[in-house]
């Protein structure tokens, strides 16, 4: 780690200074478009809007429900989504039920800990949209979606996504999965690395961890920052508060990985960093190696710019290796694919049969 520590002092300016920034600088704009990521090909910004024009409309008013009741929620579709773009691609793989044909992305270490409800919100979206338009629209576009509605629901930018993802026929492996979710221990260097390979760089990386603006934490991911010894780079107070939590490295307690505003979608996060409140080693890091230091202070210093940015990695994100036209399949359930649904083959078959009467 590059040691770049700051003062008590130079942080509270900073805190200070966003402040006044804040209230002074024009904020991003919710009501225009936002598209400034090149679209894949096969994929449009019009793509449902014949098949199933309400798409949009039907999720978010299922999500606003939703998230009315618990918007803890938010954060687990956004890192649900996160995973299931960052292994073999935006293709709900991360969906799948491996149970009955072996083990499965959802079985590997890193998802442990994805939120079980995330899973069941797909899918009942799932069939409200399908109730509404029939199989055609993908579970794959219903995560991304989904996504993007609980950074938006949750006060944070909206912006347009391009669809027509097909969900895909492959499971993805175990050891894809591990090799692809860099663990919270990573420094900004093997981050760095990793996304690179996805053709993400400083900016982007810097932008999309800010994703930690909202939900929560078990203590395994970060106790090895407490104990046996403490990391240095931790603010004193925030240590503490984080032992009480986590009394010692087996704890199974959660916490908030934004302290000051935990439920909130904004640039606290980079006003954590700067404080040396970030809960991650890969979160606290970004703002000790001065590769991203900088990005981080100007993401502290100016929530309009992080939403822009936040915006472009995200369509980013969101288009990474997906399947298209004929590749891969619209699943009538988000965990199963359709070739292992006795009762949709067999609905299949009978649509054939009574298609060949007439
Ligand atoms: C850059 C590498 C990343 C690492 C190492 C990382 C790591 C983690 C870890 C360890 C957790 C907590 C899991 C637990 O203990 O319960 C977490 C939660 C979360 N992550 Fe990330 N993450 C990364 C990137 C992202 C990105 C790109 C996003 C979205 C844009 C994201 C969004 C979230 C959200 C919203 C949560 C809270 C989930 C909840 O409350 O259920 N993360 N992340
Ligand atoms: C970052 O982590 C990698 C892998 O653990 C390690 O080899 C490297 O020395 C670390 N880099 C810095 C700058 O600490
Ligand atoms: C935590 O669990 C590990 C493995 O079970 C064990 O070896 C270790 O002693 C435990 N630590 C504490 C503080 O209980
Ligand atoms: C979808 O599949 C899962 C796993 O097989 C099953 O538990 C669930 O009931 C199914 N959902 C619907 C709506 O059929
Ligand atoms: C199987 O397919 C049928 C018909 O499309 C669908 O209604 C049902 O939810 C699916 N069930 C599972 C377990 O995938």
Redesign the pocket.
């Known amino acids: 780690m590059n040691s770049k520590v700051a003062s008590p002092l130079t942080a509270l300016v900073l805190v200070l200074i966003s402040l006044i920034f804040v209230s002074s600088s024009s904020s991003y704009d919710n009501s225009e478009p936002h598209i400034s990521a090149p679209i894949t090909k096969g994929l449009s910004l019009s793509f449902y809007h014949s098949s199933c024009p309400k798409v949009e409309t039907i999720i978010r008013k299922q999500l606003k429900k939703i998230f009315k009741e618990d918007i803890g929620q938010a954060a687990g579709l956004l890192r649900l989504h996160f995973h299931d773009c960052f292994v073999q691609g935006c293709d709900a793989s991360v969906l799948l039920?491996g149970s009955h044909s072996g083990p499965s992305e959802k079985d590997a270490p890193p998802n442990l800990s994805l939120r079980a409800e995330a899973f069941k919100i797909i899918?009942s979206l799932r069939?409200h949209v399908h109730k509404e338009c029939g199989s055609v629209v993908s579970c794959a576009d219903i995560v991304a979606l989904a996504a993007r509605d609980s950074v938006f629901l949750s006060g944070g930018p909206d912006y347009d996504i391009p669809l027509g993802r097909k969900d895909g026929l492959n499971f993805a492996t175990r050891d894809a999965t591990i090799a692809n979710l860099p663990p919270p221990t990573s420094n900004t260097s093997a981050i760095l690395t990793s996304l690179a390979t996805k053709n993400f760089d400083a900016t982007d990386v810097v932008a999309l961890s800010g994703g930690h603006t909202i939900g929560i934490s078990h203590c395994a991911s970060f106790t090895g920052r407490l104990y046996p010894t403490q990391d240095p780079t931790m603010e004193e107070t925030f240590a503490n508060d984080l032992k009480q939590t986590c009394p010692d490295e087996n704890s199974t307690s959660t916490t908030v990985l934004d302290i000051r505003t935990p439920n909130l979608f904004d640039n606290k996060y980079y006003i954590n960093l700067v404080n040396r409140q970030g809960l991650f080693t890969s979160d606290q890091d970004l703002y000790m190696d001065s590769r991203t230091s900088d990005i981080v202070t100007g993401f502290a210093l100016d929530e309009k710019l992080f939403f822009e940015k936040f915006v472009l990695a995200m369509q980013k994100m969101g288009q990474l290796s997906v399947l298209t036209g004929g590749k891969g399949e619209i699943r009538a359930?988000?965990?199963?694919r359709n070739s292992d649904n006795k009762s949709y083959a067999s609905f299949v078959a009978d649509d054939d049969e009574s298609k060949a009467e007439l």
Do not use: I
């Open positions: 039920d899918d069939e359930n988000c965990s199963v």
